[in-house]
């Protein structure tokens, strides 16, 4: 398998943007999770899905943010309109969800909005 | 609320050295700690979990322990290699909670030739 794979790698925006960040998840995952990573807040949830329904929501920082998982091989993070406070790497993660619920985390997006 | 933290956040060594990471958390009801490591530009790739009812786990040349009821977590790293620098996070799934992790801050390891 390829692992969780996310796209684009890289996406520099201007405030006010939308932005859509991908992600394509492990084959036969359940779980699904998207993380934001700041040097000042460290890693930070902000959503969870299971079995492609959000279970979870209560990191997502305001409205601008949403998440989708229409199917079990891929889901979106949207933010709109982008703010340079939202520069950051986002990262997606997918896991089985059981005892262990191991987490795979794809190579992540890092945005940049000026 | 849970707080994880590491110490140091930083850590410079030769190759060769023995070295051991920190992790501390404030809330004992935990149901598993993972270790992590992160190279730069990359995602995160688990390289030890331990189960609450756990004292240690080996893989290689690490070895994770977890004293829960201290609140604490060492990762022991022996025969370093530059290969090894990268940042290590750890992080805790709540007893509360089937999927949700917390994550320390990390700490920078820079394994020098």
């Known amino acids: 398998d390829a692992g969780v794979i996310q796209s684009p790698r890289h996406e520099v925006t201007e405030m006010g943007q939308e932005v859509t960040l991908r992600c394509k998840p492990i084959?036969?995952?359940?779980?699904l999770f998207w993380y934001r990573q700041t040097m000042m807040r460290g890693l930070e949830l902000l959503i969870y899905?299971?079995?492609?329904?959000?279970?979870?929501d209560s990191g997502m920082p305001e409205d601008r943010f949403s998440a989708k998982m229409p199917n079990a091989s891929f889901s979106t993070l949207k933010i709109q309109p982008s703010e340079p406070r939202d520069s950051a790497v986002y990262f997606c993660?997918?896991?089985?969800?059981?005892?262990?619920?191991?987490?795979?985390f794809g190579a992540g997006t890092r945005l940049s909005v000026l | 609320k849970q707080e994880v933290t590491q110490i140091p956040a930083a850590l410079s060594v030769p190759e060769g050295e023995n070295l051991v990471l920190n992790c501390s958390f404030t809330?004992?009801?935990?149901?598993?700690l993972q270790w992590f490591r992160q190279d730069p530009g990359k995602g995160l790739t688990s390289l030890l979990l331990?189960?609450?009812?756990?004292r240690e786990q080996t893989s290689g040349r690490l070895n994770a322990s977890l004293d829960k009821s201290s609140g604490r977590s060492t990762l022991y790293i022996a025969a370093s290699q530059p290969g090894d620098s990268a940042t290590y996070l750890c992080?805790?799934?709540?007893?509360?909670?089937?999927?949700?992790?917390?994550f320390g801050s990390g700490t920078r390891l820079l394994v020098r030739p």
């Open positions: 993660a997918t896991s089985i969800l059981g005892a262990k619920n191991i987490q795979y």
């Open positions: 084959s036969g995952h359940n779980s």
């Open positions: 899905f299971n079995n492609n329904v959000p279970i979870d």
């Open positions: 809330d004992s009801a935990i149901y598993n």
């Open positions: 331990i189960q609450s009812s756990q």
């Open positions: 992080a805790v799934r709540p007893l509360d909670s089937s999927y949700k992790l917390i």
